[in-house]
């Protein structure tokens, strides 16, 4: 594997182009057109109607895992300045334009076999000149010529993904019955007599019963771990051996399947104790996430530790000092968010009492690496405040767009506290909005991901060397991270980087937040919008 020199902002670039052209047209084409219609055809037509979207899914995880393990293993060259070629690119959308006319008349059903031989044609000759107008000839042969072995990856990779939905339910009776034996197995060390319905996977208890669904089957878990295991050693390729290091993954699958029978045996235990609310109302919704973050930190522990897997010598376990481990300086406080969440929903019946563990975290992991962050620029101005609230206007006019014009009392359960909880619960909740969760977030989102999208060595990356890309894709998973408002989460994100960026102070993106959630503060507080909280 070469040096790290090879995985620059500049070298990927070009595949991230492409890939978000390929994406944006294959939602296009996944929306419009449907091949199960052409099933009813000729001979030819009935084979793209059945396999024609299993095979278009293979094809796409083939070329995403293959480039992705050709990266991982020799690198990428690319000009200072990654050109783009503007023949192939026309050609490309000249291509895409006698595709989506021949689509008219293949589904429409007014063509043989001719057009459908014409059409599938048309596909390749898109897909190829488009693979040429962002990466030269010589790149792609350069990648093919090295894959060696990882051919295999990509193609297992593939056919897996290709029948992903008809495996999954095919093996949900299987997997369902195999955690539902394991589980009463288990259960069965605790509490006596433990009875089952193999039938309607019902697991019961003297005082509680749960039925065991799909969901909650460790499909879920099992491809969280999936996607964390590839990233994880996507981001952190140079420390590792390939393709050895890639046995982390399907044994991270099988950790957290195990931890996923764990979650349901003490589901069943806390509801045969006697606390049924909890069971179902708190720890069912958050132990899966609790496991999952079990998972992905034994994961990292085990991936850094083994020197099997390490590309050099595995280093001694360093002093909690943010010199360090800069990426944890800045990752911490985010997880100790996520994670004393987690921990405080799962203790939680209908009402989180225990918010304020969030607000402690944060101040703790803060406090640990004090040091770290005095080196950084924490000045702000008027123009953060003002974004501030810019973003704050944003964030309710979306709302007003969604249908979302109403109110929403206070929570029945604070509002039937003591006057001295109920004023300490929402004070400590105002304080984690404006101060712990601001910093704890644009450390996380701004400081580390947005500049670690362009090198490794994330802290030596000026602010004002940060391309628009990275703005974009730091701000993606930052809006998903707010759920039903992921799009106002996302232009938030655009809003607080473009502020970093602009002003190369951290500070200018944690006033503009601060300012944003305090107005929600206000709003939530002053107009009966708990919704929002």
């Not at 495996?167 to 997997?175: D, E, I, M, S």
């Not at 799909?214 to 390939?242: D, H, I, N, Q």
């Not at 309710?396 to 929403?408: K, Y």
């Not at 998973?477 to 960026?501: D, E, K, S, T």
Request: one cysteine or more; glycine letters at 8%; proline letters at 4%.
């Amino acid at each position: 594997m070469r040096g790290s020199a090879s995985y620059t902002w500049h070298s990927l670039r070009p595949l991230i182009s492409l890939a978000i052209l390929f994406a944006a047209e294959l939602l296009l084409l996944t929306v419009w057109l449907d091949t199960a219609t052409l099933a009813a055809g000729s001979p030819l037509l009935h084979t793209i109607g059945v396999y024609g979207s299993p095979i278009l899914r293979a094809a796409v995880v083939f070329g995403l895992v293959s480039v992705t393990l050709a990266y991982l293993k020799i690198g990428a060259s690319a000009p200072a300045e990654p050109v783009i070629a503007w023949r192939f690119l026309a050609g490309h959308f000249a291509a895409m334009g006698v595709f989506a006319g021949l689509s008219s008349l293949l589904f429409a059903h007014k063509a043989g076999d001719f057009t459908a031989v014409s059409w599938l044609a048309a596909g390749l000759a898109a897909i190829a000149l488009g693979a040429l107008a962002f990466i030269p000839a010589a790149a792609w042969w350069r990648m093919i010529r090295g894959m060696g072995v990882l051919w295999i990856f990509a193609v297992l990779a593939g056919a897996s993904v290709s029948f992903a939905g008809t495996l999954a339910a095919r093996a949900w009776a299987p997997l369902g019955q195999l955690t539902i034996h394991l589980v009463v197995a288990v259960l069965r060390l605790f509490v006596s007599p433990v009875s089952m319905d193999a039938a309607r996977h019902i697991i019961a208890t003297p005082h509680f019963e749960v039925e065991v669904s799909a969901a909650c089957s460790g499909f879920e878990g099992m491809g969280l771990m999936l996607v964390f295991g590839v990233v994880w050693l996507y981001l952190f390729r140079a420390e590792y051996r390939f393709p050895r290091a890639l046995v982390l993954v399907p044994a991270g699958i099988v950790f957290i399947y195990l931890l996923n029978i764990v979650r349901i045996v003490a589901l069943l235990l806390i509801g045969n104790a006697g606390a049924p609310d909890i069971a179902v109302g708190g720890f069912h919704s958050q132990a899966g996430w609790l496991a999952f973050t079990a998972a992905a930190l034994g994961f990292s522990m085990v991936a850094r530790r083994n020197p099997w897997l390490a590309a050099g010598a595995v280093a001694a376990s360093p002093p909690l000092e943010a010199e360090a481990n800069p990426t944890t300086a800045y990752l911490l406080p985010f997880l100790a968010i996520l994670a004393a969440g987690m921990l405080s929903n799962a203790a939680s019946a209908r009402f989180e009492w225990f918010y304020g563990l969030r607000f402690v975290a944060a101040c703790a992991a803060l406090l640990a690496y004090r040091n770290c962050y005095r080196t950084l620029d924490w000045r702000f101005s008027w123009l953060g405040l003002s974004a501030g609230v810019l973003v704050f206007a944003i964030w309710i006019g979306l709302d007003r767009l969604r249908g979302v014009t109403g109110s929403e009392s206070m929570p029945a359960a604070l509002l039937a506290a003591p006057l001295a909880l109920r004023t300490s619960w929402i004070l400590v909740r105002a304080l984690a909005a404006t101060v712990t969760v601001p910093i704890a977030e644009e450390l996380a989102f701004r400081g580390f991901l947005l500049r670690r999208l362009v090198s490794a060595d994330f802290e030596k990356v000026a602010w004002n060397a940060v391309p628009w890309t990275a703005l974009l894709l730091s701000s993606l998973p930052f809006g998903l991270m707010h759920g039903q408002r992921w799009f106002g989460g996302i232009l938030a994100g655009l809003v607080y980087g473009y502020l970093a960026i602009r002003r190369g102070s951290i500070g200018e993106a944690a006033a503009a937040h601060a300012t944003t959630n305090a107005l929600i503060a206000i709003y939530v507080l002053t107009g009966n919008q708990w919704q929002l909280w």
